[in-house]
């Protein structure tokens, strides 16, 4: 009987395991098909209240476009019979100005001065894109909504859709965190390894020096984990680049700079994916992904970049006031032995037996070792203003007992 019940018990811990994973996937899942419909949606409602004004803009441009050429080339047919005359070049030069000023409209407004065709900016694989530059705050510029309804819906989709937006990359960055993580964990070793040979971390010594701290806190996994997202990055970067110099008409450089600045949500608009057309909706939807998982693994490296330093700003200022605790209690007891007049205070402690609590030799040794490990790997600038020298004063009093006097420099 007993047997019986802990096998159902057991069962239906793994079930309840079971469906708590099926509710995480589904969570993520909902998440992600939440904002795919949502900018799905958004697109269509871009493409309906903008496609009109921009299908009426560019008809009539066109029309201009030819009615202007026909009347420049009647001048020109006109006047040729007033030979080399001053009214000739005049009207030759006034249509020709007009005409002008309408092609630089009609080419502003997409149309083309050659064939006089145009294409739409607002069909619905652009719609699509001009939404998920919305979402994702980048923001191109190379085209926006014009009317006072797309204007209005752009406000109430952006204000909804952003914070959605960032839910998604927030998840999708916390995904890609648990494999850099996972990642690390079972290389790490290797990665100093590698580290080592290429002499960007010193060797790591057989005992004492900051390597016997723990690991959370030592500098040179931060220096090793800081670098190796950079290192992450540019690879990521490279890869984009790659593929836009195979999809677009761009160099290696022009592609690597559209990645990063669209990585990094600048957004600048003088290089944009050419999606316009029915027979670019593949393409755009890899653009679409690319971004969007770009913008979750910088937005995640840059985050781990930031968590570093700031370890390693913690760290060397927990240095710093251990530093300055023992030189303070250096201080004191060297002021003591002064003015009691009691000679070396040392031998005074020693000789009548008095145990403060806690030996400041090996901490003393401890703390040199990490301020030196701090300065040679160049970001010890911040114990430029330590004078190291004062503990020189207790240096061969090896079993002397002290406590320490902790005082926070933050």
């Not at 990645?259 to 600048?266: E, K």
């Not at 969007?292 to 700003?313: D, N």
């Not at 032995?337 to 005074?348: N, Y």
């Not at 030996?359 to 703390?367: H, N, V, Y």
Request: with cysteine; hydrophobic share 45%; glycine share 8%.
């Amino acid at each position: 009987m007993a047997s019986i019940l802990q096998n159902v018990f057991s069962r239906a811990l793994y079930t309840i395991k079971d469906n708590q994973q099926i509710k995480s996937l589904a969570s993520h899942a909902s998440l992600y098909m939440g904002i795919v419909i949502y900018t799905a949606i958004g697109a269509k409602v871009f493409q309906l209240l903008e496609l009109p004004s921009e299908t009426g803009r560019l008809e009539t441009y066109q029309a201009l476009l030819v009615t202007k050429r026909v009347i420049f080339l009647e001048s020109i047919y006109n006047s040729s019979a007033e030979g080399n005359s001053a009214e000739y070049y005049q009207g030759v030069d006034t249509a020709l100005s007009e005409y002008e000023v309408v092609c630089s409209q009609a080419v502003g407004a997409g149309v083309d001065i050659v064939t006089k065709e145009f294409s739409y900016n607002w069909d619905y694989i652009q719609s699509c894109f001009f939404a998920l530059t919305i979402l994702t705050t980048i923001g191109y510029g190379n085209f926006a909504v014009e009317t006072f309804g797309g204007r209005l819906f752009c406000l109430l989709f952006g204000i909804i859709g952003i914070p959605f937006m960032l839910s998604v990359l927030a998840d999708v960055g916390g995904i890609f965190a648990g494999i850099l993580q996972l990642a690390w964990g079972n290389n790490k070793d290797r990665i100093r390894l590698i580290a080592e040979k290429l002499h960007i971390i010193s060797p790591r010594p057989e005992k004492g020096g900051l390597d016997d701290m723990p690991e959370t806190i030592s500098l040179e996994k931060n220096l090793l984990m800081i670098l190796g997202g950079l290192l992450a990055i540019i690879l990521f970067f490279g890869f984009g680049a790659f593929l836009f110099t195979i999809w677009e008409d761009w160099s290696f450089f022009d592609a690597f700079y559209f990645c990063f600045v669209t990585m990094t949500t600048i957004g600048f608009g003088d290089m944009t994916p050419s999606i316009s057309g029915e027979d670019k909706s593949v393409y755009m939807l890899l653009c679409t992904v690319y971004i969007l998982v770009g913008l979750a693994f910088t937005s995640t490296i840059i985050e781990l970049v930031r968590r570093q330093y700031a370890e390693s700003w913690k760290k060397m200022q927990e240095l710093r006031a251990q530093i300055q605790a023992q030189l303070k209690l250096a201080d004191t007891l060297k002021k003591i032995s002064e003015t009691a007049g009691i000679g070396d205070i040392f031998q005074f402690i020693e000789k009548n037996n008095v145990d403060l609590g806690v030996s400041i030799a090996g901490d003393l040794e401890e703390l040199k070792n990490n301020l030196d490990k701090f300065k040679k790997s160049g970001m010890g600038d911040e114990f430029d203003d330590v004078d190291i020298k004062t503990l020189d004063w207790v240096e061969d009093n090896k079993k002397v007992k002290a406590f320490f006097i902790y005082e926070s420099s933050l």
